[in-house]
């Protein structure tokens, strides 16, 4: 006969984290690429984090958000500004690696999310539930 393929295609069952936001809906049995849709709940926001390897791509499906998010330089220099932009379905925002973000709901919102895959784990800066944040000092405050 022929020879075995190098290629296949499987279905993959997702998982649902609940987190204090929202919740999160993961797929994806690939080493370079992860999906999430994020649930965040009406006036809910994420905490303010980063990566230090993982690229991510975000799409609104519904509701509206404020994505704020900043350049590597934030993390290293004063009086860097972070950027707020309004989005709503249809809108999407990328974010590579070193680069600070938060997501506001403005309404309950489903977004979602396409990584690289990196396996680090983020660095958060800020949480409005009391969860652990690093212990480093970054030279610029979060101002919505």
Not at 106 to 117: F, P
Request: glycine share 6%.
């Amino acid at each position: 006969m022929g020879m075995s393929p190098e290629k296949a295609a499987w279905k993959v069952s997702p998982t649902i984290e609940e987190k204090p936001w929202g919740e999160e809906t993961r797929w994806s049995s690939m080493t370079s690429l992860k999906g999430k849709i994020l649930t965040i709940k009406e006036g809910m926001r994420t905490s303010l984090k980063f990566h230090a390897h993982k690229n991510e791509a975000f799409y609104v499906l519904r509701g509206r958000v404020n994505f704020y998010f900043a350049d590597e330089s934030w993390l290293h220099f004063k009086g860097e500004e972070m950027k707020c932009e309004a989005l709503g379905p249809g809108d999407a925002v990328s974010v590579q690696s070193h680069c600070v973000y938060r997501i506001h709901a403005i309404d309950q919102a489903t977004i979602v999310e396409i990584s690289d895959g990196a396996q680090d784990k983020y660095i958060r800066i800020e949480d409005d539930f009391d969860r652990p944040v690093s212990e480093a000092k970054y030279p610029n405050k979060f101002k919505e």
